[in-house]
């Protein structure tokens, strides 16, 4: 029988691979490990910013959308149209299902603002805001380009800004209509 030496009397085998983990290997395992986080954490936050960016693009849209249909409806089926001196204000009275209405709508203190009744329109400051977050586009948010009524309105929802424009041509006139203002 051989003797043992003093590292196999310790269990300090040297050839049977069970080295153990010195501190620079822990540390290096470590910050790679840091570094993958890091790049998945970035990863992460690129993509939520990215969502966030689009909810803010959609939202705005189906604003400008419902805006430009209403706008369109009211000055397609005008009977009277009224615009205000300084383009922030349009007063329509229109003719839908038969029935006359009045409808307005301003821009004003950030805000588009909507107003309808079948009689005439009260004073524009108690008007509801439709749209919370909206500006004129250019000097006048209406304006009467030829034969048409244009609009330009800036709608925000939240980092996304859409331009609403258009330009309608009224209806005719047709006899027995009087204004709402």
């Not at 153990?20 to 993509?47: D, H, N, Q, S, Y």
């Not at 996304?160 to 424009?165: D, F, R, T």
Request: net charge negative; aromatic share 4%.
């Amino acid at each position: 029988m051989t003797p043992l030496t003093a590292s196999e009397r310790n269990g300090d085998a040297a050839d049977d691979g069970e080295r153990g983990v010195t501190l620079i290997e822990l540390i290096v395992v470590i910050a790679l490990i840091g570094v993958v986080f890091g790049g998945l954490a970035a990863m992460v936050m690129g993509i939520w910013n990215a969502q966030r960016a689009a909810t803010d693009v959609t939202r705005a849209t189906t604003q400008a959308d419902a805006v430009s249909a209403a706008l369109d409806r009211a000055l397609r089926n005008a009977r009277a149209v009224e615009i205000s001196d300084d383009g922030s204000t349009l007063r329509v009275r229109t003719s839908l299902s038969d029935q006359d209405r009045c409808q307005g709508f301003a821009v004003d203190d950030g805000a588009l603002r909507v107003e309808q009744s079948a009689d005439a329109l009260s004073d524009r400051s108690t008007w509801a805001a439709w749209v919370a977050t909206a500006s004129g586009t250019g000097p006048a948010s209406f304006t009467t380009q030829q034969a048409k009524i244009a609009y330009a309105i800036t709608v925000t929802a939240d980092d996304a800004a859409l331009v609403v424009e258009g330009a309608v041509a009224p209806r005719t006139p047709s006899g027995g209509s009087t204004p709402c203002w």
